[in-house]
């Protein structure tokens, strides 16, 4: 199984840059399909963004296409997520989640597909 840590979470201004970061350990990291998802106060947690264990795939949820950037260094076990053109409706706690797959050319973008999750850094965006 792998251990996944997020980081880099803070407080921006709208229309500012923030990039997460979520570290693995305990497996191989290249394994594993990647997504990072949100979860704002009173509503259901959301897919905004994922790869494929090899880099080769990516998806974007729709409101964050052209600003979310996902990435990972499989040398360092690292994913981030660059957040660009930040908007006060992008705050949350974002959350990244792994999952062992065999297939190379997708990623999924729904919580349920995903077996392993971190504990979550506070994005908050002022307006």
């Known amino acids: 199984q792998v251990q996944l840590v997020e980081s880099g979470g803070g407080l921006v201004q709208s229309g500012g840059s923030l990039r997460v970061s979520c570290v693995a350990s305990?497996?191989?990291?290249?394994?594993?399909?990647i997504g990072w998802f949100r979860q704002a106060p009173g509503k259901e947690r959301e897919g905004v963004a994922c790869i494929s264990r090899n880099d080769a795939i990516t998806y974007y949820e729709d409101s964050v296409e052209g600003r979310f950037t996902i990435s990972r260094d499989n040398a360092k076990n690292t994913v981030y997520l660059q957040m660009n053109s930040l908007k006060p409706e992008d705050t949350g706690v974002y959350y990244c989640a792994g999952v062992y797959s065999s297939v190379y050319q997708m990623c999924g973008m729904t919580p349920a597909e995903y077996e392993y999750w971190g504990q979550g850094t506070q994005v908050t965006v002022s307006s």
């Open positions: 305990g497996s191989t990291f290249n394994w594993y399909n």
